[in-house]
């Protein structure tokens, strides 16, 4: 379940995380399609890395122990 904004546009984090309903567990990410929460340079292919590490990064602190 994504969460949306009051436009209906999924919310996205900093680290292009889609902001999900506190049950939801796996973690959803665009690479692209953020626009609406990063501006335009979010389509650069010159960001690329940038945004993948951001992503890398995110992964195992979104992951919590069992």
């Known amino acids: 379940m994504e969460v949306g904004d009051d436009r209906d ?3 996205v984090g900093r680290d292009h995380r889609v902001e999900m309903a506190p049950e939801a567990t796996p ?3 665009l690479q692209g399609g953020t626009e ?3 501006g335009l340079i ?3 292919l ?3 890395a940038v945004r993948t590490d951001e992503i890398h990064c995110s992964v195992p ?3 919590t122990a069992d």
Do not use: D, K, M, N
Request: avoid cysteine; hydrophobic fraction near 30%; charged fraction near 15%.
């Open 9 to 11: 546009a999924v919310r």
């Open 36 to 38: 609406h929460t990063h």
């Open 42 to 44: 979010s389509t650069l």
């Open 46 to 48: 010159s960001t690329v």
């Open 27 to 29: 973690g959803r990410y």
């Open 61 to 63: 602190a979104g992951r």
